[in-house]
């Protein structure tokens, strides 16, 4: 069992940066790979970010490549998704999530935290 708690949204204006935190627990949960996915209103829950167990392997949805950077520390229990270049598009629930293999997707995450929201004004 593994369990998530996102902290980090806000409100930020266009062009302005924030960081996310996903602070994990559970005995096992450094042998997952980690993500961000989020979903906006009235959309579907999207990929962001994934990353290995390791930290070695990254991936990234186009839409935001060269502006977020997912990471992780084994040592602190935590993922984090630096997210520079905000636009208002980026407005959602952004959620983490856990899941054994890498890379993985919405369909096949194991655990999901319950979200914080991200807006971002023009």
């Known amino acids: 069992q593994v369990q998530l708690v996102e902290s980090g949204g806000g409100l930020v204006q266009a062009g302005g940066s924030l960081r996310l935190s996903c602070a994990a627990s559970g005995r096992t949960w450094r042998t997952y790979a980690m993500g961000w996915f989020r979903q906006a209103p009235g959309k579907e829950r999207e990929l962001v970010a994934t990353i290995s167990r390791t930290g070695g392997s990254t991936d990234y949805a186009n839409s935001v490549k060269g502006r977020f950077t997912i990471s992780r520390d084994n040592a602190k229990n935590s993922v984090y998704l630096q997210m520079n270049s905000l636009k208002p598009e980026d407005t959602a629930i952004y959620y983490c999530?856990?899941?054994?293999?890498?890379?993985?997707?919405?369909?096949?995450?194991?655990?999901w935290g319950k979200g914080t929201q991200v807006t971002v004004s023009s």
């Open positions: 999530a856990a899941n054994p293999t890498w890379p993985f997707g919405v369909s096949t995450a194991n655990y």
